[in-house]
């Protein structure tokens, strides 16, 4: 099982797909992402009930919090 699965630079992905392939516990999206591509992203996660982060608004997470 994947731990996380961390986006960058706005990646051209269906995350719908990773997630029903490959389940990830959580899903990360740094600030160097586009805004409508971290809204997207979010709403799907929402729809798989997964966790979802953006570094751009809640800041940096410690491997700790993971």
């Known amino acids: 099982n994947i731990r996380g699965l961390i986006l960058t630079q706005s990646p051209r992905i269906h995350?719908?797909?990773?997630?029903?392939q490959s389940c990830p516990d959580r899903i990360i999206a740094d600030g160097s992402n586009y805004p409508d591509d971290i809204r997207r992203w979010r709403r799907t996660c929402q729809r798989y009930r997964i966790p979802f982060y953006s570094t751009a608004e809640i800041g940096a997470l410690s491997l700790g919090q993971m």
Do not use: D, H, P, Y
């Open 15 to 20: 995350l719908g797909r990773i997630l029903e």
